[in-house]
T-cell receptor
Framework: NAGVTQTPKFQVLKTGQSMTLQCAQDMNHNSMYWYRQDPGMGLRLIYYSASEGTTDKGEVPNGYNVSRLNKREFSLRLESAAPSQTSVYFC??????????????FGPGTRLTVL | AQSVTQPDIHITVSEGASLELRCNYSYGATPYLFWYVQSPGQGLQLLLKYFSGDTLVQGIKGFEAEFKRSQSSFNLRKPSVHWSDAAEYFCAVGGDSSYKLIFGSGTRLLVRP
């Protein structure tokens, strides 16, 4: 099993450009998450999907959109990138669909720079 | 609201020395508590978790953590640190009918030869 995979690994954008970060998991997990990691701030939840067909905002959703394409795939879209979105983005998945937290499994991350 | 505090931004220990990383949380009911480790350029890997039961939990790589409700703490310990333990460590809390986790800001561990 590959676990959680993310593409691309690195990306440089200019302000105003758009892009989609892809995430896939092969563990048959119900829930998927997108986080951003900034120095000294830990991980902050952008959006999550409790189950296929549902998505909800996390702590820092502004400037992002998500799509839960199917049970395996959860993409994050930046419609008009801003320098404040320079960060490392992590996708994660967990088995539990709701009611209590469970272990989250993380992908290797995408390092995004917006100039 | 839930929150997690990791008061130490950096910790340096000598190889072979013992280690304790601090984590304090704010949560009204019994929390679900996690410790993750992140090696440079990598994603996060689960070290251990506490849901209920025995308050001393064992994890991978020789780590353990103790849940102390009276102190709202979940400190991570290892009796003898190896150079490969150099990484960033994150404490996280969840619960309250939500499967979302709140992460601390992390503690970076440096290991002296």
């Amino acid at each position: 099993n590959a676990g959680v995979t993310q593409t691309p690994k690195f990306q440089v954008l200019k302000t105003g450009q758009s892009m989609t970060l892809q995430c896939a998991q092969d563990m048959n997990h119900n829930s998927m998450y997108w986080y951003r990691q900034d120095p000294g701030m830990g991980l902050r939840l952008i959006y999550y999907s409790a189950s296929e067909g549902t998505t909800d905002k996390g702590e820092v959703p502004n400037g992002y959109n998500v799509s839960r394409l199917n049970k395996r795939e959860f993409s994050l879209r930046l419609e008009s990138a801003a320098p404040s979105q320079t960060s490392v983005y992590f996708c994660a998945s967990s088995e539990v669909g709701g009611g209590s937290p469970d272990t989250q499994y993380f992908g290797p991350g995408t390092r995004l720079t917006v100039l | 609201a839930q929150s997690v505090t990791q008061p130490d931004i950096h910790i340096t220990v000598s190889e072979g020395a013992s280690l304790e990383l601090r984590c304090n949380y704010s949560y009204g009911a019994t929390p679900y508590l996690f410790w993750y480790v992140q090696s440079p350029g990598q994603g996060l890997q689960l070290l251990l978790k506490y849901f209920s039961g025995d308050t001393l939990v064992q994890g991978i790589k020789g780590f353990e953590a103790e849940f102390k409700r009276s102190q709202s703490s979940f400190n991570l310990r290892k009796p003898s640190v190896h150079w490969s333990d150099a990484a960033e460590y994150f404490c996280a809390v969840g619960g309250d009918s939500s499967y979302k986790l709140i992460f601390g800001s992390g503690t970076r561990l440096l290991v002296r030869p």
